[in-house]
């Protein structure tokens, strides 16, 4: 993918999701089913970050399940005033630059956001973002979308036809999905030969990639083993 079309998508991303913030609120207000693959991945005392927060909706759930200290971070400032309303520790900030230092989680999640990151070079900026602001020895679970499905056949087929008249502008596997007559939003399509490249990229052990409990998402565990080199290891 080229550079310019990365940084337009970025801010198409974040455009797009200002405009259905509010619609978008209201329909995420309650658990997924799928969260349920967070809750062996939880303990008591657990500095935990959830990364494209959103309106927060997975904080009243993590609570249930273990005492932890929890922060948020999203980069829609819509999102964060709703959030908020859940309590003070919600930032604004983005997947790419996170506004937290260097070896402070122990657990890292994220719900239905990586997919919107374009190009290889930032999905792996991403991750090292990631991997900084992990503890040695931390966890990191991702839920994306899986866009490998009957339904998004069409999308699919357009994908692979902008891939090959794009002439390098879009990557394979790039779809849009609409929301509403408001926005097509932007996602990549992730294969699990793919996301075992990134991660190795990256620095961080893949450590499985599975359908979740709903088959509509791939759960992606990676773990931090602090042996990358000192700009990312911790001190202990």
Known sequence: MKESTAKQLLEKVKRDYA????DFDMTRRGNWEDFSVFDKYLKDGYEILDIGCGNGR???????????????VDNNEKFIEIAKKKGSFFKIG???ALPYSNCEFDLVLSVAVFHHIPSRKLRVEALDEVSRVMKDGGVGVFLVWNLWQKRYFLAYIKSLLRFLFSFGKYDRHDFFITWGKKVKRYY???TQHELVNLFQKSGLQLENVSLSPSKKNFVII??????RGKSNGCEV
């Not at 997975?58 to 948020?72: V, W």
């Not at 990676?222 to 042996?227: I, P, Q």
């Open 222 to 227: 990676f773990s931090k083993n602090g042996k």
């Open 19 to 22: 405009l259905i913030a509010s």
């Open 188 to 190: 990549h399509a992730f």
């Open 58 to 72: 997975l904080l009243d759930y993590l609570n249930e399940k273990a005492r932890i200290s929890y922060k948020g």
């Open 94 to 96: 983005d997947f790419l």
